[in-house]
């Protein structure tokens, strides 16, 4: 019996020391099958780069997303994807023997190790640089440690007004700046962007462009719709003072002081402003009582007081005011009920040339005031058609008018032979100076030259709807056949030349 027990006991052993035999040195593996998304959209990302911790296996995504991990050994593993736009994502799988573990990774778009771009250095103009040009290349370098493609957003600013200039989506380190003003301080800086990590902005730099020229001739063109007002220096160049977003028209500049005074429609009232030569500090001079006439196109205003006040009219009602927006007084009212479209006052004794017209423009009159509101002399009265372009002779003896000597008379205000004329205070005598004028059109708004020896103006079609363009004439010259016109700016109205 106990031989037979000690047979069966070396058996069992023997069984199990064979098995124990079979399973010494086999390594126990399993696979690991995977997706990898965007977070944000749940689309497939390809290309993703698959690897583990502990090493295993690495590999990549196909098309559709989707990778395998084959024959790993059994053990807990952290799944790491990495791709281009994209952080790193972990996901933890537990591999076990001879099975299939599957795991879904998410991935959020960002920058990884992508590095934000170096500061752009501003290069040229140098910072400070004066006497800049008003058109010029704005030069700066930039670099991107990952060599990205890189954009550039420039912004401009001045030390004038709150006006921000940006231009977007450059993509070139030299920049031609445009429409700048004369004797502004301009501040620059530049934003770049690789479209990855936040834009970086340099630093601010300044130049300052060239000092305002002196001007004589001012003027208005239609931009956009609006009446803008521009200047032209003693070389024919031409620079826009007023913005072409708003209606600014009838520029008077005072010598005296050195503004310019006009006028500008705004919140469906017409007001008189006053500027520097050069545009800048725009100042509203009217309060409550703006200006006002039966067309505000043919209104008129005076600068009055050496320099220190205004005059003009609101209807039948003349109103002067400080140039600083301060004592707006009455001191004249028309006493037929007219209204008064235009007014100039003399420099030398304070005596005012008055046109007024009915409610349509017509049954004008032109007459003289004193400074006290009393009539001292009437030049014009009780003709047919449209009259205007008052303006009198520094030593008091002329005043210079346009009469459209046709007569007719229409509700658009429309004039068919409107010529130029000079009436001498003193002898009442009254010369015609649109010679050499072509039939069909009209001369306009006329102005004296700063030595009187000429005149400057408008001449245009009688169509009414034909381009306005400024001429200027020696007022000695007799010749008849228009030799004596010389056209000095196209497509431009309301001239002054001080």
């Given at each position: 019996m106990k031989t037979i027990y000690k047979l069966l006991l070396l058996s069992v052993l023997g069984i199990f020391q064979a098995c124990s035999e079979d399973t010494i040195g086999e390594e126990l593996t399993g696979?690991?099958?995977?997706?990898?998304?965007?977070?944000?959209?749940?689309?497939?990302?390809?290309?993703?780069?698959?690897?583990?911790?502990?090493?295993?296996?690495?590999?990549?995504?196909?098309?559709?997303?989707?990778?395998?991990?084959?024959?790993?050994?059994?053990?807990?593993?952290?799944?790491?994807?990495?791709?281009?736009?994209?952080?790193?994502?972990?996901?933890?799988?537990?591999?076990?023997?001879?099975?299939?573990?599957?795991?879904?990774?998410e991935m959020a778009e960002g920058t990884g190790n992508n590095r934000a771009p170096n500061p752009p250095k501003l290069i040229t103009p140098e910072d400070n640089a004066e006497g800049q040009s008003l058109e010029l290349d704005l030069i700066w370098e930039a670099s991107d440690p990952d060599a990205d493609s890189l954009t550039y957003e420039l912004e401009i600013r001045n030390n004038r007004n709150d006006d921000i200039l940006k231009y977007e989506n450059i993509q070139d380190t030299i920049y031609r700046l445009e429409g700048l003003n004369y004797g502004y301080k301009y501040f620059w800086q530049v934003k770049v962007s690789d479209s990855i990590n936040n834009p970086v902005m340099s630093e601010v730099k300044s130049f300052t462009t060239l000092e305002h020229p002196e001007s004589r001739i001012f003027y208005v063109k239609s931009v956009n719709g609006n009446n803008v007002i521009y200047a032209m220096d003693p070389n024919e160049n031409e620079y826009q003072l007023t913005s072409s977003e708003v209606n600014s028209f009838r520029p008077r500049k005072n010598l005296r002081?050195?503004?310019?005074?006009?006028?500008?429609?705004?919140?469906?009232?017409?007001?008189?402003?006053?500027?520097?030569?050069?545009?800048?500090?725009?100042?509203?001079?009217?309060?409550?009582?703006?200006?006002?006439?039966?067309?505000?196109?043919?209104?008129?205003?005076?600068?009055?007081?050496?320099?220190?006040?205004?005059?003009?009219?609101?209807?039948?009602?003349?109103?002067?005011?400080?140039?600083?927006?301060?004592?707006?007084?009455?001191?004249?009212?028309?006493?037929?009920?007219?209204?008064?479209?235009?007014?100039?006052?003399?420099?030398?004794?304070?005596?005012?040339?008055?046109?007024?017209?009915?409610?349509?423009?017509?049954?004008?009159?032109?007459y003289m005031i004193d400074p006290q509101g009393n009539k001292v002399k009437t030049v014009l009265s009780n003709v047919d058609g449209a009259v205007g372009g008052l303006d009198i002779s520094v030593d008091n003896k002329l005043l210079l008018f346009t009469r459209d000597i046709s007569g007719y008379e229409s509700s658009d205000y429309r004039r068919l032979n409107s010529r130029i004329f000079i009436y001498n205070l003193e002898t009442s005598e009254v010369q015609d100076y649109s010679r050499g004028k072509l039939e069909g059109t009209n001369d306009l708004d006329p102005r004296f030259s700063p030595n009187e020896a000429e005149i400057i103006f408008v001449n245009t079609s009688n169509d009414?709807?034909?381009?306005?363009?400024?001429?200027?004439?020696?007022?000695?010259?007799?010749?008849?056949?228009g030799s004596h016109r010389y056209q000095i700016i196209e497509d431009a109205k309301m001239p002054d030349w001080e």
């Amino acid at each position: 019996m106990k031989t037979i027990y000690k047979l069966l006991l070396l058996s069992v052993l023997g069984i199990f020391q064979a098995c124990s035999e079979d399973t010494i040195g086999e390594e126990l593996t399993g696979s690991v099958t995977g997706l990898v998304i965007a977070k944000a959209t749940g689309e497939p990302i390809p290309e993703a780069e698959i690897t583990t911790s502990p090493a295993s296996t690495t590999v990549f995504t196909d098309e559709n997303g989707e990778f395998k991990l084959e024959n790993i050994l059994v053990d807990s593993y952290s799944v790491k994807a990495e791709a281009d736009g994209y952080v790193t994502s972990f996901k933890g799988v537990a591999v076990t023997t001879g099975a299939t573990s599957n795991v879904v990774i998410e991935m959020a778009e960002g920058t990884g190790n992508n590095r934000a771009p170096n500061p752009p250095k501003l290069i040229t103009p140098e910072d400070n640089a004066e006497g800049q040009s008003l058109e010029l290349d704005l030069i700066w370098e930039a670099s991107d440690p990952d060599a990205d493609s890189l954009t550039y957003e420039l912004e401009i600013r001045n030390n004038r007004n709150d006006d921000i200039l940006k231009y977007e989506n450059i993509q070139d380190t030299i920049y031609r700046l445009e429409g700048l003003n004369y004797g502004y301080k301009y501040f620059w800086q530049v934003k770049v962007s690789d479209s990855i990590n936040n834009p970086v902005m340099s630093e601010v730099k300044s130049f300052t462009t060239l000092e305002h020229p002196e001007s004589r001739i001012f003027y208005v063109k239609s931009v956009n719709g609006n009446n803008v007002i521009y200047a032209m220096d003693p070389n024919e160049n031409e620079y826009q003072l007023t913005s072409s977003e708003v209606n600014s028209f009838r520029p008077r500049k005072n010598l005296r002081t050195n503004k310019i005074a006009y006028l500008k429609t705004e919140a469906n009232q017409t007001h008189l402003y006053t500027m520097n030569l050069d545009g800048s500090q725009q100042t509203r001079v009217t309060g409550n009582i703006p200006v006002n006439g039966f067309n505000l196109e043919q209104l008129d205003f005076s600068w009055a007081d050496d320099g220190a006040s205004l005059v003009y009219p609101n209807f039948s009602k003349l109103y002067k005011v400080n140039v600083n927006g301060n004592d707006t007084e009455l001191i004249y009212q028309e006493p037929k009920g007219k209204f008064i479209t235009e007014v100039d006052v003399s420099e030398k004794n304070g005596n005012m040339a008055l046109l007024v017209n009915n409610a349509s423009g017509y049954e004008a009159e032109i007459y003289m005031i004193d400074p006290q509101g009393n009539k001292v002399k009437t030049v014009l009265s009780n003709v047919d058609g449209a009259v205007g372009g008052l303006d009198i002779s520094v030593d008091n003896k002329l005043l210079l008018f346009t009469r459209d000597i046709s007569g007719y008379e229409s509700s658009d205000y429309r004039r068919l032979n409107s010529r130029i004329f000079i009436y001498n205070l003193e002898t009442s005598e009254v010369q015609d100076y649109s010679r050499g004028k072509l039939e069909g059109t009209n001369d306009l708004d006329p102005r004296f030259s700063p030595n009187e020896a000429e005149i400057i103006f408008v001449n245009t079609s009688n169509d009414g709807v034909s381009q306005n363009d400024i001429y200027t004439a020696y007022l000695e010259d007799q010749d008849t056949d228009g030799s004596h016109r010389y056209q000095i700016i196209e497509d431009a109205k309301m001239p002054d030349w001080e």
